[in-house]
């Protein structure tokens, strides 16, 4: 029997944006992530799953130094950001952060208007002049962010006005306003009804185009749906990475067969 | 297999797994009749062999129906989603083996008796229990979830088909001998036929129980031993 016709092609792996190399996470005296090696492809969706404390979560948060804001959070080993180490004493994480944007799984809009929670970020990086700049920012992230039809003529009002789904569309822009390289996303669809979750995953697909995204997200089908390469982590360890296609279909490793067929004891 | 966390999955999976095993032991028996039929020139179980096959129809609707409540309910993924998709077409394949052999029964009606000689008979036997050999190995395979015992049925099929194409030679020889044999031996030559697609349906169930168990598809061509028609067989 020759190659089924309907055989799809392993999506191949893009330039490396960020590569991780002997990434060993503590919190305190836990060992939370174990010598973890990753390479995360460029202009691609990556996702990341593991039944919750796997490290899945904290290890998103080394990319973008989010755990640098707790104290007894140690983080060992090499992150590259275009072969930059972004842990170099040199690295501002003020700075880390802009090109690192991250999206969580509360939707937590500032509480501002819908306009200034878009411009607060392009504002106190420094990124505009004139007003007029602002507005085109805030114009061009509602629309890459799906959200400006719904909001054009009610750029006062409130952010925390917007329903659960619009405001994490709206988390979404602010992260984009800054016009970041990486956005990572901690189960950004968790709180959303299935309708509002589709509209925040067919963003995802449109923004691959321009950026690299992350997502931890429990939801495998969701992994499945949005992203072209999934990583599994079990207990602070990579367990295996590999096309979406693969790890849904065929994968190596019987925890990951296990995990994703439901049947993790 | 470690079970599913959820116990319901798992029975769903194992009913399916259930009712392929019996169109399987239906489409071995429904074999069995309707060549005893032909050889024994019994007519009776000719008519009951038809009537069989009605059964198949309906196990291969129940497990359509049961496949897509699992992947609308459960959205299997990994080895239980290959087993929903091997499990499919395997129950289309028994369908198939059953309107094969449904049709030798209907020769003998149509016949209005059996293999009269015994000479011409000899040939078609061994096929027949070469290809109910194939099909047990691979049910068998299906049941253990053994991906090797799949690959070795695929690879003997070629058996089958050098069988046909010397059954095919002979029955030629004797069409040409006597021409009253005619009628007799393109009724057998069809009854052939059938038989020998049965064998390619086995092999078939074999490549999806081989994907079934590890993902991987058989490629490699396999020779072709049918010499019968311009490229590999007539009707393909």
């Known amino acids: 029997m020759t190659q089924m016709p309907g055989t799809i092609k392993a999506a191949k792996m893009t330039d490396t944006k960020i590569s991780a190399r002997n990434v060993q996470v503590y919190y305190g005296d836990t060992h939370a992530i174990k010598d973890v090696n990753i390479e995360i492809g460029s202009r691609a969706v990556t996702a990341f799953i593991g039944p919750s404390g796997c490290g899945k979560s904290t290890f998103l948060r080394c990319l973008n130094r989010m755990n640098d804001t707790i104290d007894i959070c140690r983080v060992e080993g090499n992150i590259d950001l275009d072969g930059e180490d972004i842990y170099d004493s040199r690295v501002d994480p003020v700075q880390l952060r802009a090109k690192v944007g991250m999206v969580f799984q509360k939707p937590n809009p500032f509480p501002k208007s819908i306009y200034d929670n878009i411009a607060y970020g392009p504002r106190i990086h420094g990124l505009v002049r004139k007003k007029a700049e602002l507005d085109e920012i805030v114009a061009s992230s509602l629309q890459k962010a799906g959200l400006w039809n719904e909001v054009k003529d009610r750029l006062d009002g409130p952010g925390t006005g917007l329903s659960g789904g619009q405001q994490q569309r709206l988390c979404i822009a602010r992260a984009i306003a800054v016009s970041p390289e990486v956005i990572l996303m901690d189960e950004p669809c968790s709180a959303l009804d299935p309708i509002a979750t589709a509209k925040v995953e067919e963003l995802i697909d449109e923004l691959r185009e321009n950026f690299t995204i992350v997502i931890v997200t429990h939801s495998m089908q969701q992994a499945a749906r949005v992203s072209q390469r999934t990583a599994f982590f079990h207990m602070g360890n990579l367990v295996e990475i590999g096309d979406t296609q693969d790890i849904f279909t065929n994968p190596v490793d019987k925890r990951t067969q296990d995990y994703i067929t439901g049947r993790f004891g | ?236």
Do not use: W
């Open chain 2, 1 to 236: 297999m470690t079970e599913h966390t959820v116990t319901a999955y798992d029975q769903e999976l194992t009913a399916v797994a259930g009712r392929i095993a019996e169109m399987g032991g239906l489409a071995e028996t429904l074999i069995t009749d309707s060549v005893t039929a032909l050889m024994t020139q019994d007519l009776e179980l000719a008519h009951r062999s038809i009537a069989q096959d009605a059964r198949l129809d309906e196990l291969l609707l129940d497990i359509e129906m049961r496949n897509v409540n699992i992947i609308a309910r459960r959205q299997p993924m990994g080895q239980d989603l290959r087993e929903i998709m091997a499990t499919g077409r395997i129950a289309n394949d028994l369908e198939r083996v059953g309107d094969l052999a449904k049709n030798v029964a209907k020769r003998v009606i149509a016949m209005d008796s059996g293999v009269k000689s015994k000479t011409l008979a000899i040939g078609l036997e061994h096929m027949v229990e070469l290809t109910q050999a194939q099909l047990k190995a691979v049910l068998d395979a299906y049941t253990r979830r053994n991906a090797e015992e799949a690959r070795l049925v695929r690879e003997r099929d070629s058996e089958v088909d050098a069988i046909y194409t010397s059954l095919f030679r002979e029955l030629l020889t004797y069409m040409m001998e006597d021409p009253r044999h005619i009628t007799q031996c393109a009724h057998l030559l069809f009854c052939a036929k059938n038989i020998e697609r049965i064998g390619d349906h086995a092999t078939n169930i074999a490549e999806n129980v081989y994907y079934m168990v590890t993902g991987d598809r058989l490629t490699d061509e396999r020779p072709k031993v049918d010499e019968t028609g311009a490229e590999g067989g007539l009707d393909r």
